[in-house]
C-alpha cells in the first residue's frame, strides 16, 4: 500500500484548507485509514479514523472543525478543515490501519509522506 498526502500549504488564523489522501496498491474501499498530526517536537497526534464503511471517529479537539469524506472511486481521502488556528501547524499523515487502538500510530502499518500545514496568526 502507497499512501500520499496533499493540499498543505500556508495559511492564515480563521482560513480553511482541504488536504487529500491518495492510495494504491491495494482495494481503497476496504482500506481503514486516518489521519495524524505532528507538530515540531511534539509527539504524533490522532486527528481522525474513517473505517471502510464511511464512519469516521474524530479526536475530542478536531471534532467540529474538521470533517472528512472519502471518493472510493479515486481512492481517495480529504480532510476538511475549518477556522484553523496556529495551534493547528503540523505536518498531516494519512496512515493505513493495521490493528489496535484506533489513536495510537503503532496501530498503523503504512504512512505517506505527509504534508504540511501552517497557520500564520
Known amino acids: 500500500v502507497q499512501l500520499q498526502a496533499s493540499g498543505g500549504g500556508l495559511v492564515q488564523a480563521g482560513d480553511s484548507l482541504s488536504l487529500s489522501c491518495t492510495a494504491s496498491?491495494?482495494?481503497?474501499?476496504?482500506?481503514?485509514l486516518a489521519w495524524f498530526r505532528q507538530a515540531p517536537g511534539k509527539e504524533r497526534e490522532f486527528v481522525v479514523f474513517s473505517w471502510h464503511g464511511g464512519a469516521t471517529k474524530f479526536a475530542d479537539s478536531m471534532r467540529g472543525r474538521f470533517t472528512i469524506y472519502r471518493d472510493d472511486e479515486k481512492n481517495t481521502m480529504v480532510l476538511r478543515m475549518n477556522r484553523l488556528q496556529p495551534d493547528d501547524t503540523a505536518n498531516y499523515y494519512c496512515?493505513?490501519?493495521?490493528?489496535?487502538?484506533?489513536?495510537?500510530?503503532?496501530?498503523?502499518?503504512?504512512w505517506g509522506q505527509g504534508t504540511q500545514v501552517t497557520v500564520s496568526s
Open positions: 496512515a493505513s490501519y493495521d490493528g489496535g487502538a484506533l489513536d495510537s500510530p503503532r496501530s498503523y502499518n503504512y
Open positions: 496498491g491495494g482495494t481503497f474501499s476496504e482500506f481503514d
